[in-house]
Protein backbone atom coordinates (compact mmCIF):
# COMPACT_ATOMS: atom_id res chain seq x y z
CA UNK A 1 0.00 0.00 0.00
CA UNK A 2 1.36 3.26 -0.89
CA UNK A 3 1.15 5.67 2.09
CA UNK A 4 1.96 9.08 2.69
CA UNK A 5 1.84 10.15 6.88
CA UNK A 6 1.89 13.60 8.29
CA UNK A 7 0.76 14.63 12.24
CA UNK A 8 -2.97 15.65 12.08
CA UNK A 9 -1.83 18.10 14.79
CA UNK A 10 -3.06 20.97 15.80
CA UNK A 11 -0.02 22.72 15.57
CA UNK A 12 0.44 25.80 17.64
CA UNK A 13 2.96 28.47 16.20
CA UNK A 14 3.20 31.99 17.24
CA UNK A 15 2.68 34.44 14.42
CA UNK A 16 6.02 35.24 13.31
CA UNK A 17 7.82 32.20 14.14
CA UNK A 18 8.83 29.56 11.47
CA UNK A 19 5.87 26.35 11.08
CA UNK A 20 7.20 23.08 10.36
CA UNK A 21 5.31 20.59 8.86
CA UNK A 22 6.57 17.38 7.73
CA UNK A 23 5.54 14.12 6.17
CA UNK A 24 6.85 10.42 5.19
CA UNK A 25 6.31 8.48 1.98
CA UNK A 26 6.24 4.73 1.28
CA UNK A 27 6.37 4.70 -2.20
CA UNK A 28 10.35 5.02 -3.31
CA UNK A 29 9.34 4.60 -7.13
CA UNK A 30 7.68 8.42 -6.18
CA UNK A 31 9.13 11.35 -8.30
CA UNK A 32 6.98 13.94 -7.47
CA UNK A 33 5.94 15.74 -3.91
CA UNK A 34 2.93 18.81 -3.13
CA UNK A 35 1.98 20.32 -0.75
CA UNK A 36 -1.71 22.01 -0.54
CA UNK A 37 -3.43 24.42 1.66
CA UNK A 38 -6.76 24.12 2.61
CA UNK A 39 -9.23 25.87 4.43
CA UNK A 40 -12.43 24.73 6.40
CA UNK A 41 -15.41 24.30 4.12
CA UNK A 42 -12.91 25.33 1.18
CA UNK A 43 -11.30 23.37 -1.94
CA UNK A 44 -7.18 22.46 -1.80
CA UNK A 45 -4.90 25.46 -3.03
CA UNK A 46 -1.82 24.26 -4.52
CA UNK A 47 0.96 25.74 -2.20
CA UNK A 48 4.13 24.42 -4.30
CA UNK A 49 5.85 20.86 -5.48
CA UNK A 50 9.02 19.75 -5.25
CA UNK A 51 10.81 17.16 -7.44
CA UNK A 52 14.31 17.24 -6.62
CA UNK A 53 16.38 16.77 -3.19
CA UNK A 54 16.63 19.71 -1.42
CA UNK A 55 15.27 22.93 -0.86
CA UNK A 56 13.04 25.11 -3.09
CA UNK A 57 11.96 28.41 -1.81
CA UNK A 58 8.91 30.27 -2.60
CA UNK A 59 8.36 33.58 -0.81
CA UNK A 60 7.41 32.45 2.92
CA UNK A 61 7.58 28.87 2.10
CA UNK A 62 10.31 26.51 1.50
CA UNK A 63 9.59 22.58 0.26
CA UNK A 64 12.13 20.38 1.46
CA UNK A 65 12.96 16.86 0.06
CA UNK A 66 15.27 14.08 1.14
CA UNK A 67 14.51 10.99 -1.06
CA UNK A 68 16.98 8.81 1.26
CA UNK A 69 15.13 9.26 4.00
CA UNK A 70 11.67 9.63 1.98
CA UNK A 71 10.88 12.97 4.11
CA UNK A 72 8.93 16.06 2.92
CA UNK A 73 9.15 18.86 4.98
CA UNK A 74 7.42 22.62 4.35
CA UNK A 75 8.27 25.61 6.12
CA UNK A 76 6.38 28.88 6.69
CA UNK A 77 8.35 31.67 7.68
CA UNK A 78 7.09 34.92 9.47
CA UNK A 79 3.66 32.51 10.23
CA UNK A 80 0.55 34.54 9.50
CA UNK A 81 -3.09 34.33 11.22
CA UNK A 82 -3.75 33.58 8.34
CA UNK A 83 -1.99 30.66 7.69
CA UNK A 84 -3.84 28.68 9.71
CA UNK A 85 -5.18 26.24 7.69
CA UNK A 86 -5.14 21.91 7.10
CA UNK A 87 -1.43 21.40 4.70
CA UNK A 88 -2.22 17.90 3.22
CA UNK A 89 0.88 16.65 1.59
CA UNK A 90 0.85 14.35 -1.47
CA UNK A 91 3.11 12.57 -3.32
CA UNK A 92 2.77 11.10 -6.88
CA UNK A 93 1.70 7.38 -7.33
CA UNK A 94 5.28 5.28 -9.08
CA UNK A 95 2.68 3.23 -11.52
CA UNK A 96 -0.83 4.81 -11.93
CA UNK A 97 -2.12 7.99 -12.95
CA UNK A 98 -2.95 9.75 -9.42
CA UNK A 99 -1.53 11.23 -6.33
CA UNK A 100 -1.70 10.00 -2.65
CA UNK A 101 -2.94 12.53 0.39
CA UNK A 102 -2.02 12.04 3.84
CA UNK A 103 -4.15 12.93 6.11
CA UNK A 104 -3.57 16.51 6.57
CA UNK A 105 -1.86 18.84 9.53
CA UNK A 106 -4.02 21.22 11.25
CA UNK A 107 -2.09 24.12 11.71
CA UNK A 108 -2.98 27.44 14.05
CA UNK A 109 -1.09 30.48 14.33
CA UNK A 110 -1.87 32.45 17.38
CA UNK A 111 -1.30 36.14 17.52
CA UNK B 1 -4.80 30.85 -15.74
CA UNK B 2 -5.34 28.13 -12.92
CA UNK B 3 -8.84 28.12 -12.77
CA UNK B 4 -11.14 24.92 -12.58
CA UNK B 5 -14.89 25.55 -12.44
CA UNK B 6 -17.42 23.71 -10.62
CA UNK B 7 -20.95 23.79 -10.49
CA UNK B 8 -23.73 23.80 -8.73
CA UNK B 9 -21.74 24.91 -5.77
CA UNK B 10 -24.43 23.62 -3.09
CA UNK B 11 -27.08 20.63 -3.85
CA UNK B 12 -29.46 19.12 -1.86
CA UNK B 13 -31.42 16.04 -3.13
CA UNK B 14 -33.15 12.98 -2.12
CA UNK B 15 -32.39 9.63 -2.34
CA UNK B 16 -34.78 9.20 -5.11
CA UNK B 17 -33.43 11.71 -7.21
CA UNK B 18 -31.06 12.54 -10.11
CA UNK B 19 -28.48 15.24 -10.58
CA UNK B 20 -25.46 15.68 -12.17
CA UNK B 21 -22.13 17.93 -10.89
CA UNK B 22 -20.84 19.51 -13.77
CA UNK B 23 -16.59 20.37 -13.87
CA UNK B 24 -14.94 22.57 -16.88
CA UNK B 25 -11.74 23.97 -17.42
CA UNK B 26 -9.56 25.93 -19.90
CA UNK B 27 -6.33 25.48 -18.95
CA UNK B 28 -5.87 22.39 -21.96
CA UNK B 29 -5.38 19.89 -19.44
CA UNK B 30 -5.69 16.23 -20.85
CA UNK B 31 -6.14 15.01 -17.06
CA UNK B 32 -9.16 15.53 -14.93
CA UNK B 33 -10.00 13.71 -11.79
CA UNK B 34 -13.48 13.33 -9.37
CA UNK B 35 -12.82 13.43 -5.55
CA UNK B 36 -15.09 13.13 -2.48
CA UNK B 37 -13.85 14.74 0.99
CA UNK B 38 -15.40 14.05 4.05
CA UNK B 39 -15.34 16.52 6.84
CA UNK B 40 -11.54 16.61 8.36
CA UNK B 41 -10.36 13.67 6.11
CA UNK B 42 -8.38 14.38 3.00
CA UNK B 43 -9.91 14.16 -0.42
CA UNK B 44 -10.51 10.95 -1.75
CA UNK B 45 -9.79 9.82 -5.33
CA UNK B 46 -13.28 8.37 -7.28
CA UNK B 47 -12.54 8.41 -10.83
CA UNK B 48 -9.99 9.80 -13.12
CA UNK B 49 -10.52 10.66 -17.09
CA UNK B 50 -6.75 10.56 -19.08
CA UNK B 51 -7.41 11.89 -22.19
CA UNK B 52 -11.22 11.64 -21.80
CA UNK B 53 -11.00 8.22 -21.69
CA UNK B 54 -11.90 6.54 -18.09
CA UNK B 55 -8.51 5.60 -16.56
CA UNK B 56 -9.14 4.98 -12.72
CA UNK B 57 -12.33 3.96 -10.96
CA UNK B 58 -11.87 3.56 -7.50
CA UNK B 59 -14.59 1.28 -7.08
CA UNK B 60 -16.79 3.48 -6.76
CA UNK B 61 -20.30 2.72 -6.55
CA UNK B 62 -22.37 2.18 -9.39
CA UNK B 63 -24.57 5.07 -8.20
CA UNK B 64 -22.18 7.58 -8.95
CA UNK B 65 -21.29 7.69 -13.08
CA UNK B 66 -19.02 9.90 -14.56
CA UNK B 67 -18.70 11.30 -17.78
CA UNK B 68 -16.16 13.56 -19.82
CA UNK B 69 -17.55 14.73 -22.88
CA UNK B 70 -14.76 16.52 -24.28
CA UNK B 71 -11.46 17.93 -23.08
CA UNK B 72 -12.79 20.58 -21.24
CA UNK B 73 -15.82 19.06 -19.45
CA UNK B 74 -16.22 16.39 -16.77
CA UNK B 75 -19.40 15.55 -15.28
CA UNK B 76 -20.98 12.89 -12.20
CA UNK B 77 -24.39 11.74 -12.82
CA UNK B 78 -25.75 11.29 -9.69
CA UNK B 79 -28.70 8.18 -9.13
CA UNK B 80 -30.31 7.25 -5.72
CA UNK B 81 -27.76 8.33 -3.66
CA UNK B 82 -27.43 7.68 0.24
CA UNK B 83 -27.10 10.13 3.43
CA UNK B 84 -23.63 8.90 3.85
CA UNK B 85 -22.51 10.31 0.13
CA UNK B 86 -22.83 13.57 1.87
CA UNK B 87 -19.42 15.39 1.06
CA UNK B 88 -17.83 17.57 -0.42
CA UNK B 89 -17.52 17.01 -3.92
CA UNK B 90 -13.77 18.47 -5.90
CA UNK B 91 -12.80 17.80 -9.38
CA UNK B 92 -9.45 18.39 -10.11
CA UNK B 93 -7.55 18.37 -13.23
CA UNK B 94 -3.54 18.16 -14.60
CA UNK B 95 -1.57 18.42 -17.47
CA UNK B 96 -1.53 15.05 -18.49
CA UNK B 97 -0.07 11.63 -17.61
CA UNK B 98 1.56 10.94 -20.88
CA UNK B 99 5.32 11.37 -19.43
CA UNK B 100 6.08 11.48 -15.87
CA UNK B 101 6.61 14.56 -13.68
CA UNK B 102 5.57 17.45 -11.14
CA UNK B 103 4.37 19.65 -13.84
CA UNK B 104 2.40 17.43 -15.91
CA UNK B 105 1.31 15.67 -12.30
CA UNK B 106 0.55 19.10 -10.38
CA UNK B 107 -3.49 18.68 -10.21
CA UNK B 108 -5.47 21.75 -9.74
CA UNK B 109 -9.25 21.92 -7.89
CA UNK B 110 -12.01 23.28 -8.75
CA UNK B 111 -13.96 25.07 -5.26
CA UNK B 112 -15.82 22.03 -5.25
CA UNK B 113 -19.76 21.41 -4.32
CA UNK B 114 -21.40 20.80 -1.14
CA UNK B 115 -23.60 17.87 -1.67
CA UNK B 116 -26.23 16.72 0.89
CA UNK B 117 -28.73 13.58 0.56
CA UNK B 118 -31.92 13.71 2.38
Known amino acids: QKEVEQNSGPLSVPEGAIASLNCTYS??????FFWYRQYSGKSPELIMF????GDKEDGRFTAQLNKASQYVSLLIRDSQPSDSATYLCASEHSSASKIIFGSGTRLSIRP | DTEVTQTPKHLVMGMTNKKSLKCEQHMGHRAMYWYKQKAKKPPELMFVYSYEKLSINESVPSRFSPECPNSSLLNLHLHALQPEDSALYLC?????????????????FGPGTRLTVL
Open chain 1, 50 to 53: IYSN
Open chain 2, 92 to 108: ASSLSRSTRGAFTDTQY
Open chain 1, 27 to 32: DRGSQS
